[in-house]
């Protein structure tokens, strides 16, 4: 039985790919780089963002010039994320009626640790998580399950009564690296054919989500 969730953040709990993609495109610009429609953007988010700048300048470059557009990205989107930041539909009720049964909840991002926590802070009410965390500085991003286990040890759950909640191939590997039941949403930012050849369960809605993770009365 499930007792506890852990939630990604962009394309899981929050459509952050607007905001991202106007800042990234701002901080190639100020390095000389073109920058990308939307659609490809949302390929490069997932892996936290060094690798998105990465993946956002010319790949002949040395990763000398992902560090320049990722400096310059950080600053801008620290001034500018909630201008393209916001909750999906139905995040709010799923959320409230998970407290509401008693289940701890927690976010783990590979998006930049004070960034997760600003949004987190912002967008959700306060107590909503048990455990927040983002990337930091000497820690392995997801799919590596170090932040996942730290949770669930903050938490005193065992990760097989665990599920992470997300969106990608990297939420899933995240899962199964840390022994936890991994389930996928539809609405993120990988493809759907990706999602479903993955073998993992998918859902379409924060109904579907709710009705997965709440307990049994």
């Known amino acids: 039985m499930i007792q506890a969730a852990i939630f990604d953040l962009d394309g899981t709990l929050v459509d952050s790919l607007p905001g ?27 892996n936290g963002s060094w690798m998105l700048c990465r993946r956002g300048v010319p790949a002949s470059l040395p990763d000398s010039e992902a560090d320049l557009v990722n400096q310059s990205f950080m600053k801008d989107y620290n001034d500018t994320w909630k201008e393209g930041t916001e909750l999906f539909p139905g995040i709010s009720d799923l959320l409230a009626e998970l407290k ?3 289940m701890p909840l927690a976010v783990l991002s590979n998006k930049p640790h004070p960034f997760t926590a600003d949004i ?19 820690t392995e991003p997801k799919p590596d399950p170090a932040g996942a286990l730290e949770i669930a040890s903050k938490l005193g759950i065992s990760p097989t009564a665990i599920s992470f909640v997300g969106d990608s191939l990297v939420d899933l590997e995240t899962a199964r690296n840390a022994e936890m039941e991994p389930l996928l949403v ?24 709710l009705n997965r993770l709440r307990p049994l009365d």
């Open 20 to 46: 991202i993609a106007s800042s990234l495109n701002r901080a190639l610009a100020s390095c000389g780089y073109e920058g990308h429609d939307v659609d490809a953007v949302r390929t490069f988010i997932g």
């Open 100 to 102: 509401l049964s008693g």
């Open 120 to 138: 987190v802070s912002s967008l959700f009410e306060p107590g909503t998580f048990d455990k927040v965390l983002g990337h930091r500085q000497g």
């Open 186 to 209: 539809s609405w993120g930012y990988r493809p759907i054919d990706e999602l479903r050849s993955s073998g993992a369960a998918l859902v379409d809605s924060a109904t579907e989500v």
